[in-house]
């Protein structure tokens, strides 16, 4: 059943240099946001019949969102005061602006499944349910860090979570979502690997190389970009010859998605139906999701590659404040209960702060510890079976 939402567009509304053949369609209805979910044969292009599923998302779900993407923003916000404080030990890259991506991806994940992230990766561990003391910890060094102090932000990984682990090189984590999908495959698991990157990272080499292979093997991936309008100081416009990246999906045979990153229940709505058919094993899915980094590209950023204005403009497209104005004005939820979650939240955050900042530093005797595995005796090697 196709249902009319307001991003729908009637068939005869579509761009004139898109062609549908009239029998591939059984209703003349096509959601505006989903062009990208087609496959071009004989340049003509066959939109399959695609279930658009209106998932209401109850008071309770959304209040919950809200409650998650408020300790995202507070974790940062604190972290930034560390920061300041020079009591951080390698850089920071916060996710502020972003914060309805994660939560409202990794709200649908089970147990068994993956995230791989990036350099400003905070946000992807807060919402996979990632230990705030142990990530301030690591951020400022300390021995009860998630790396036992010696990696910082960008190496934060909680395997029991599924949490691949954050990344400081552009595009690094791709690859290594494509092998743990394969893996997931080779087990025959339903469990799927979702993979964080930016806007700035598909226009590495192993973005292409990931996605053709995970397309070969239709792999359980979904390649999540974060398109933030930035890659440092450089400007998409000035990167990408495209107007979204997901259209780079046709040249692999996969399909692509662009959804609005900064409404919750557009970015919950969206990806619960794309994991529900990578769950199946239809393969791949690129998803590009539209934000807006909001602050600086990390702690110490001067910004002078782009305008006040811009940001202020850009504020108004804040997902929690989009969310608050949701709740308000449609499940009418009193302002006063949301200041109260946002507090509890920033409690909670500096709480945790607290606790990992009178936490001990590693000694010079932990230096070379922790760096090969040390039961290789133990791993048995299963011979490759060609699927
Ligand atoms: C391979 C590699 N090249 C360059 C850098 C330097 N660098 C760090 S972040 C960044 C920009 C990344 O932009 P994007 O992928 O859009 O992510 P965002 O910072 O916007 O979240 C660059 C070029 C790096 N860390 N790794
Ligand atoms: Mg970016």
Known sequence: MFVLCKHSKKLKDLPGNLKIKQ???SIGIIVASDYQHQKVFDKTIIRKRVEIKMTLLSKEQLINFYRK???IRAFENEAIELAKMNLTRAAIHTYNGQEAIAVGVCAHLKEGDYITSTHRGHGHCIAKGADLERMFAELMGRKTGYCKGKGGSMHIADLSIGMLGANGIVGGGIPIAT???????YKQTDNVVVCFFGDGASNQGSFHEALNLASVKKLPVIFLCENNNWAISMNIGKSVNIENISERAAAYGIKGLTVDGNDIAQVYREFGNCLEEVRQGTGPVL???????????????????????????RRQE????????LLIQEYGVLPDELKAIASEEKAMVL???????LAPEPQAEDLWNDLFAQDFENITWQPFVKS
Request: aromatic content about 10%; glycine content about 6%.
């Open 23 to 25: 029998n591939s369609l």
């Open 69 to 71: 993407m408020n300790r």
């Open 179 to 185: 092998g743990a999908a394969f893996a997931l495959k």
């Open 287 to 313: 998803l590009e999701m539209k934000t807006y980094r909001l602050s600086g590209h990390y702690f110490g950023d001067n910004e002078n590659y782009r305008s006040k204005e811009e940001v202020i403009s």
């Open 318 to 325: 804040c997902p929690i404040t989009r969310l608050e104005n």
């Open 351 to 357: 709480e945790a702060s607290n606790k990992a900042k």
